[in-house]
């Protein structure tokens, strides 16, 4: 099953542009983004990598005082 994107407030690459899958209301499969929304979508996970990496490290460190693991909203 292709995973589901929702990358749909992404403005269009310059004005005027219209691109069909655009016009769709719902989510975006990865095989439905633009050049440009799939380079944004990889920027966008490489920074999730990044931060999710980063609070694990401060729970690594907090270690017994620690008093739950960090929540994050998608």
């Given at each position: 099953?292709?995973?589901?994107?929702?990358?749909?407030?992404?403005?269009?690459?310059?004005?005027?542009?219209?691109?069909?899958?655009?016009?769709?209301?719902?989510p975006k499969t990865e095989l439905q983004l633009?050049?440009?929304?799939?380079?944004?979508?990889?920027?966008?996970?490489?920074?999730?990598?990044e931060v999710r990496t980063h609070e694990a490290a401060h729970l690594a460190l907090a270690g017994p005082h620690a008093n739950g693991t960090p929540t994050f909203e998608v």
């Open positions: 099953m292709p995973k589901i994107l929702a990358l749909e407030t992404l403005a269009p690459e310059s004005e005027g542009e219209e691109d069909s899958n655009s016009q769709s209301t719902g633009t050049e440009n929304e799939r380079r944004i979508l990889h920027q966008l996970q490489a920074k999730n990598a």
